[in-house]
């Protein structure tokens, strides 16, 4: 088979969409690329243009998403030569979205930040047809696969809507492919959820769902003017009761938070706190108009209600912001309780036990969020965790001494769910005590002695030791620094591999001796960290120490990799200082795991109209040159850090491939399988 120039193929267009969709979206429904459509209205109700956003399920299966916005422009595009709204839903990247240096900005905050939403949507539909209102006028496009079928042509009137006739706005029908996924049915709860969410968000917007054909109680219009606070107040006392039909009155008001409290089902008071805290001109550490609004409330049982969204984007699976507002929540209630001397002596609270009972809604505002993937579920911006703790610290510190007998309530809590937690590690200990060998004088240890939280880090050389050490968390974090490269244990016997000063101190730190695959989970009964953490640099000699690390405990401590307690941590690469553009945007340093991610980041800052040639790229060479603020900030915070968790086969099965690997005198098969494998291997790493 002949592997010349016409073997590569150059997906063009919206071709790698159709090619690759779970790469873009979600693909067991079409629930997001029509979230996509509904985030378009929402960014221009956020902008201050928009008072209606209304979704319609029709009976065949697609769905029209309306707004009565500025409506999308519709002159013709002095670069592309073709109309505006045609090159915003077929080409990628390309929208209104990326200027984020203009103050006055429309997009400055929104939630769609990557310019590949409504095109992900068209790509991913058989039809879909846009109607723009501007000024009156109306006109009609519709595509058919992602390419134009109708040319943008001016129409008389427009298809009548949920919102009834409107000067400006824009409405799309979009009919799904169901080729694309699991299931062509959107589940109506989630769609409800997702549009509630836009009402509470931005109080006073009116939100309508019409079911067509539909029992005339799947109809529904949503509208709060009490925003958070009242959102908050009705999920509390029922996860139902923020949903009503659109023959209700809008600006429905709960009785349920008058006063600022709540009265739960159980009868139990409970206040809620509601407010917001935006950055201002003076503020020359982050962006100006960046910050939040939250209700919080502190219950005592029953099931949790927590959101958090980014720029109107829901983030179901949390991320940065929620840590900043867990750290900002753990800051104001042990200054409380220190300073009303309320911890019984012994007791230490950690973040978790003021946390356990929040109840929260929080609605962060960022200039330039990161997202885990296109689907927007997770924030991974570094910057967010030391915004919201700041933006939310100060106010909930202010709250808790003006409400002292709400603050005790809830610093009670706390402090029981620290006791209880010291119980738990307390068992555990005893459990270990017996036989426990003197600890290695190089381990700076954890104060902590609860498994689950505890962390060990194997860190390379005694350089990165001390910046680990320095930048911990004491509480929770235990460094072990290791010299060179530890012996490779393939061949070694149990019985022999205490001679090796290294591997003896990671066995007695651990806590735990080597055993056979065959041992079985009372092996790890004296394990005394939940996490063990291989640290090294993000260079080839790093490698091979995590290599050599990963054999020896495959070999001689199968059950820690089999229960999932061995991490790699990936510290990055480089490192881009972006220069500030007055107050309006502050400095940036973004930190890239590999070139890969470096030029990626570079991409979207030139997209943004940063100057390329104005950002440093600074290259780490080890995990030493590093400070301890920069070594906790990008590999051992656990709200920043990311983490690759060690998996093997299963055991016997992996063991040709090992032996191949690190064998002794196996030189002939490694040689053959790098030259097999060693493209592919760079490839992916």
Not at 615 to 637: A, D, I
Request: hydrophobic share 40%.
């Amino acid at each position: 088979m002949s592997y010349n120039a016409e073997s590569i193929a150059v997906l063009k267009g919206l071709e790698p969409v159709r090619h690759r969709p779970g790469m873009y979206t979600r693909t067991d429904c079409p629930l997001h690329i029509i979230q996509e459509a509904i985030d378009n209205a929402a960014d221009e109700a956020l902008a201050g243009f928009c008072r209606g956003i209304a979704v319609t399920l029709h009976s065949d299966g697609s769905v029209t998403v309306e707004d009565d916005g500025r409506g999308i422009p519709v002159e013709i595009h002095p670069a592309e030569g073709v109309p505006t709204v045609e090159i915003v839903f077929t080409h990628l990247h390309a929208g209104g979205k990326f200027n984020k240096t203009d103050e006055g900005a429309a997009y400055r905050f929104s939630g769609g930040l990557h310019g590949v939403g409504v095109s992900v949507t068209n790509a991913l539909s058989s039809r879909l047809e846009v109607e723009v209102m501007r000024g009156g006028v109306c006109h009609r496009l519709v595509f058919a696969n992602g390419a134009v079928s109708e040319p943008l042509r001016q129409v008389s009137s427009p298809t009548p809507g949920v919102l009834g006739k409107k000067k400006n706005g824009t409405r799309a029908r979009i009919w799904p492919d169901a080729r694309f996924f699991d299931t062509p049915e959107i589940p109506i709860h989630d769609l409800e959820r997702l549009l509630r969410s836009k009402a509470v968000l931005l109080p006073g917007l009116e939100v309508h769902l019409h079911v067509e054909g539909g029992d005339l109680s799947q109809n529904r219009v949503w509208r709060f003017s009490g925003g958070l606070r009242q959102y908050l107040a009705e999920r509390l006392s029922s996860p139902q009761s923020s949903v009503f039909s659109s023959s209700n009155l809008f600006d429905k008001e709960s009785l349920l938070y008058q006063n600022n409290v709540l009265d739960s089902q159980d009868g139990t008071p409970l206040a809620i706190f509601a407010a917001e805290k935006y950055v201002t001109e003076q503020d020359e550490t982050f962006a100006q108009g960046a910050g939040a609004a939250w209700a919080l409330s502190w219950t005592s049982e029953g099931a949790l209600a927590r959101e958090s969204y980014v720029n109107l984007i829901p983030t179901p699976a949390g991320g940065t912001h929620e840590a900043g507002l867990r750290q900002a929540a753990f800051e104001a209630m042990r200054s409380f309780t220190e300073h009303h001397a309320l911890l019984p002596k012994g007791v230490k609270l950690a973040a978790e036990d003021v946390f356990a009972r929040l109840n929260f809604v929080l609605a962060a505002r960022l200039l330039d969020p990161s997202f885990q993937g296109q689907t927007k579920e997770r924030l991974i911006s570094r910057d967010a965790l030391p915004l919201m703790a700041r933006m939310l610290r100060d106010p909930l510190e202010l709250w808790l001494n003006e409400n002292p007998e709400t603050a005790k309530a809830i610093a009670e809590m706390a402090i029981r769910a620290a006791q209880a937690r010291s119980r738990a590690g307390q068992k555990v200990e005893k459990k270990k005590q017996s036989g426990v060998a003197v600890l290695p004088g190089k381990l700076s240890d954890c104060q902590s002695e609860d498994l689950g939280r505890n962390e060990l880090f194997l860190v390379e050389g005694d350089s990165a030791g001390g910046s680990a050490k320095s930048g911990r968390d004491k509480e929770t974090q235990a460094i072990l620094p290791l010299r060179g490269k530890v012996l490779n244990t393939w061949e070694i016997d149990a019985d022999n591999l205490f001679a090796n000063r290294e591997i003896h101190d990671v066995s007695v730190a651990l806590g735990i001796d080597p055993h056979g695959p065959d041992a079985d989970d009372a092996v790890l009964s004296g394990l005394r960290y939940g996490k063990v953490i291989v640290m090294t640099d993000a260079d080839v000699d790093g490698s091979h120490i995590r290599v050599l690390l990963a054999t020896l405990f495959y070999r001689h401590f199968p059950r820690l990799v089999a229960r999932g307690h061995l991490y790699f941590a990936q510290p990055p690469l480089y490192r881009l200082d972006v220069p500030g553009q007055g107050k309006r945007r502050p400095p940036l340093k973004i930190y890239a795991l590999d070139a890969e991610e470096r030029d990626a980041a570079l991409q979207k800052l030139a997209k943004e109209h940063i100057r390329v040639s104005e950002v440093s790229v600074s290259r780490f060479k080890g995990l030493g040159e590093m400070n301890p603020e920069q070594l906790w900030e990008t590999t051992m915070c656990p709200d920043t850090r990311r983490l690759l968790r060690v998996r093997f086969p299963e055991a016997r099965a992996a063991l040709p491939v090992m032996n191949m690997l690190m064998g002794k005198n196996e030189a002939a098969g490694r040689r053959a399988w790098m030259e097999k494998n060693g493209a592919a291997v760079g490839a992916e790493g």
